[in-house]
């Protein structure tokens, strides 16, 4: 009963984790679009509409926000802090691993290195609070499907899929990193790497990424 408990919390936990990625997603689409005039790629791997930040700040808001007694006002201040807090480690890692950010608000007041600011802070608090409003019920009824073999079937294949995405996409940002800094190809992965995903094909991908010199 223990395993089979632990089983279907790891079902919800992924399928949480792809819904705030597609989510994500979709935002700062329309974010983009708002700012730019036009479309600009804000996807966080190679394959799909994920922007997995999103889906780190919605994992944080369904282990935390549930527990969070005091109502809308509380759970505002808390996400908007632990928001902040995912939202500057994620943009540490990324610039520590693969050399690039993928935003930079050193230009507004009150931010922190440039990788959180107060009104981004503010904006995750906002989301903390529409999620328990009208995300997490819709994320409860996954317990009704969740023993379905059928979709425990889909399940594992979009993980496995998601193993790969995910794999290849920090494979691929390490070895640019590694062509930024003149690191010569070691390896027949190197080559591979270097042939299909060059820097004009990530460019077009991360459209929003920043080189930092290293």
């Known amino acids: 009963m223990k395993k089979e408990k632990w089983i279907n919390q790891c079902i919800k936990i992924f399928w949480v984790f792809i819904i705030g990625s597609v989510i994500g997603y979709v935002v700062e689409m329309i974010v983009g679009l708002v ?39 509380k759970i505002f201040f808390v996400t908007m802090v632990l928001g902040g807090i ?20 050193s230009n507004l007041w009150f931010n922190i ?10 904006y995750w608090g906002i989301g903390g609070v529409l999620f328990m409003k009208y995300v997490m019920p819709l994320i409860n009824h996954i317990d009704n499907i969740i023993k379905n073999q059928y979709f ?27 062509r930024n800094r003149e690191i010569a190809a070691t390896s027949n992965i190197d080559v591979f790497f270097d042939k299909y995903y060059s820097d004009e094909v990530m460019d077009v991908i991360y459209e929003n990424k920043i080189e930092i010199k290293r």
């Open 35 to 73: 700012q730019n005039g036009h479309f600009v790629s804000r996807q966080g791997l190679l394959f799909g509409p994920f922007a997995q930040v999103y889906g780190l700040g919605i994992l944080v808001y369904y282990f935390v926000v549930p527990k969070i007694k005091g109502g809308y006002i």
């Open 86 to 105: 995912v939202e500057y480690l994620c943009s540490y890692f990324q610039e520590l691993l693969f050399g690039t950010i993928s935003w930079d608000y």
């Open 152 to 178: 425990r079937t889909i399940t594992a294949l979009f993980a496995i899929f998601m193993l790969f995405n995910i794999s290849v996409s920090s494979l691929a940002a390490i070895r640019q990193d590694e």
């Open 113 to 122: 290195n440039g990788r959180t600011s107060l009104l981004h802070c503010t």
